[in-house]
């Protein structure tokens, strides 16, 4: 459900009311912001509400580790940009206590 609001039209209370508040704060914490001139200002407003969240986490990786990689076999033109985001991903949004590791590292290995 990690893009329901961005790309459905689905909101935060529909969320609520079917999957319970846990449920639509995670999703609410990886759908990119709408405010910002670009790509890089609407995600680097998402980064706090992620970082914050174990399970937002978890689940912002598994959608950039699905993007990279199916960018990356396709040969998208967005595999470079992924990987030139990177850096700046990780930097606002690893917390090591979350014991992603693995994860990032599998993504970093992209």
Not at 1 to 13: A, F, K, L
Not at 30 to 51: L, P, Q
Not at 86 to 99: L, M
């Amino acid at each position: 459900m990690h893009d329901t609001i961005e790309d459905c039209g689905i909101t935060y209370n529909d969320l609520r009311f079917k999957f319970g508040i846990e449920i639509a704060e995670i999703v609410i914490a990886v759908t990119n912001d709408i405010r910002g001139r670009n790509r890089k200002e609407r995600n680097e407003s998402s980064y706090t509400a992620i970082k914050n969240s174990k399970y937002a986490t978890f689940v912002k990786l598994c959608d950039k580790i699905a993007n990279t990689t199916h960018s990356k076999n396709s040969g998208s033109s967005m595999y470079k940009k992924y990987k030139s985001e990177f850096t700046s991903f990780k930097s606002n949004v690893y917390v090591a206590s979350y014991n992603f590791d693995e994860m990032w590292n599998y993504l970093e290995n992209l």
